[in-house]
């Protein structure tokens, strides 16, 4: 996006880590945000970093997801498993003439960095809060930790924000800055958004690859390919070298995470537009 933030707070660790309330409030005609959160942050952790700015995007106007009148169309809730309380239930009850919240005609996506995950303040914790239509295209389980295309949609379009250039022809990304002589650091992340004429898509080939092995879905350290359209590409961690990967859409988001423990080398991609396109 073409919103810019300026440091004006220094955070204190607390516990090994950054505390506070959980709430967040814009100090009035200071023009300056005072973001203050309940949980107990590690600086660095991806995860946490997600949290800080999922509590940024309600400051700058994003209601929680789940909130938005064509909610139906993707997701049922399970009122009978949420709490009585009347703010609980206000988190899932849609937006209305009272309550407005306008999509701007942006994408439903069930990975928002403001949605939240399925057993969300549930009474049985083994059972959902929320169900998805539709699994296959709605993802309320992995843990979203990244803005999407849509979070990003939806912030150009309520700021008006001006179209970027498009990526042109072909580039790189790398896991870390020191490939070539040294591991990735820990509770580190990385990320790149691509974005070529429309039409023409993207395909990305590693040239290089050693993370940490995880066969469990790759919770630790892991690079992602995640489409245009919010659909995950890829998903992949260890020594294998992962398949070349082409988009359906013009756009493409790529994220690296590692967590606190190992380390290994990291990997190079290449990335490619296809097609005639031009701007």
Request: hydrophobic content about 30%; aromatic content about 12%.
């Amino acid at each position: 996006t073409n919103l810019d933030f300026q440091p004006l707070i220094t955070f204190k660790g607390v516990h090994g880590g950054l505390y506070g309330y959980r709430y967040t409030t814009l100090s009035q005609g200071s023009g300056r945000v005072r973001l203050v959160t309940g949980a107990t942050l590690t600086p660095g952790d991806q995860a946490h970093r997600g949290h800080i700015t999922h509590e940024l995007l309600h400051v700058l106007g994003h209601v929680h997801f789940q909130k938005r009148p064509d909610r139906d169309d993707f997701i049922s809730v399970v009122w009978d498993n949420l709490p009585a309380s009347e703010g609980t239930r206000y988190q899932f009850t849609k937006c209305d003439a009272d309550a407005p919240c306008d999509p701007l005609g942006t994408a439903y996506d069930c990975m928002s960095i403001m949605y939240y995950r399925d057993t969300a303040f549930a009474v049985d914790p083994a059972q959902p809060t929320m169900l998805a239509r539709n699994p296959a295209t709605c993802d309320l389980k992995s843990a979203n930790r990244w803005l999407t295309w849509t979070d990003r949609d939806l912030l150009n379009k309520n700021y008006e924000c001006p179209t970027p250039p498009y990526d042109v022809g072909e580039g790189s990304f790398e896991s870390h800055e020191s490939t070539s002589s040294g591991d990735y650091p820990v509770n580190y992340s990385r990320e790149k958004w691509l974005t070529v004429a429309p039409g023409n898509t993207i395909q990305v080939t590693f040239a290089f690859f050693q993370l940490e092995e995880d066969l469990e879905g790759c919770r630790y350290d892991y690079v992602q390919l995640r489409d245009g359209n919010g659909r995950t590409l890829l998903k992949a961690c260890g020594t294998d070298r992962p398949p070349t990967t082409t988009t359906t859409t013009n756009r493409l988001h790529i994220a690296f995470n590692s967590d606190a423990d190992y380390t290994a080398k990291g990997f190079t991609l290449q990335w490619k537009e296809l097609g005639n396109n031009t701007a």
